[in-house]
T-cell receptor, first 115, second 112 residues
Framework: DQQVKQNSPSLSVQEGRISILNCDYT??????FLWYKKYPAEGPTFLIS?????DKNEDGRFTVFLNKSAKHLSLHIVPSQPGDSAVYFC??????????????FGQGTILTVHP | DTGVSQDPRHKITKRGQNVTFRCDPI?????LYWYRQTLGQGPEFLTYFQNEAQLEKSRLLSDRFSAERPKGSFSTLEIQRTEQGDSAMYLC??????????FGPGTRLLVL
């Protein structure tokens, strides 16, 4: 049962344009969502997060949007840079005293930004 | 302040051998998680510690796996009688009260 899904295995974007990465979830108990960036042979690097009480969070070039009714979140990167090329994972958690905030990850989307 | 560190970064072992990995979390973080990532997949939760107490274990954690966090600081993950299916990246993450987890660089295990 895949509770977090990233349906696009890969995305290719031109430098300077917008990158939009999508993520869907099924568990309505998730209350916190995160995006991580990962290079091969390294651990995930935290990018941005959003609580379920918000619908948008912005940090520099990165913006995350949350649509709770659709159980959908997206990460926008504007403008995209070649250094953004990596695998992007969305993750979700619930911290209710029994789930202890463990993260459930999507399968990842490979972003390639062409110069 | 250093981030989460893991040791070793790489481990090659023969099937049937035991291996142990170490994780040092960010110093003030009292919550520590272990995950496993295989090729083409996102990380999957293995186990969770709050201070020295192991409070949750995934069904993925067979009885050949054991984890400890004896003084509520560093943690170890041991795999006994390794199998080829144990080959993966083992990731450690830590957090304090807020929900963002910070990951270490991982230990890549190859079982021959």
């Amino acid at each position: 049962d895949q509770q977090v899904k990233q349906n696009s295995p890969s995305l290719s974007v031109q430098e300077g344009r917008i990158s939009i990465l999508n993520c869907d979830y099924t568990n309505s108990m998730f209350d916190y969502f995160l995006w991580y960036k990962k290079y091969p042979a390294e651990g995930p690097t935290f990018l941005i997060s959003i609580s379920s009480i918000k619908d948008k969070n912005e940090d520099g070039r990165f913006t995350v949007f949350l649509n709770k009714s659709a159980k959908h979140l997206s990460l926008h990167i504007v403008p995209s840079q070649p250094g953004d090329s990596a695998v992007y994972f969305c993750a979700a958690s619930e911290d209710d005293g029994t789930s202890y905030g463990k993260l459930t990850f999507g399968q990842g989307t490979i972003l390639t930004v062409h110069p | 302040d250093t981030g989460v560190s893991q040791d070793p970064r790489h481990k090659i072992t023969k099937r049937g051998q035991n291996v142990t990995f170490r994780c040092d979390p960010i110093s003030e973080h009292n919550r520590l998680y272990w995950y496993r990532q295989t090729l083409g997949q996102g990380p999957e939760f293995l186990t969770y510690f709050q201070n020295e107490a192991q409070l949750e274990k995934s069904r993925l954690l067979s009885d050949r796996f054991s984890a400890e966090r004896p003084k509520g600081s560093f943690s170890t993950l041991e795999i006994q009688r390794t199998e080829q299916g144990d080959s993966a990246m083992y990731l450690c993450a830590s957090r304090y009260w807020e929900q963002t987890q910070y990951f270490g660089p991982g230990t890549r295990l190859l079982v021959l």
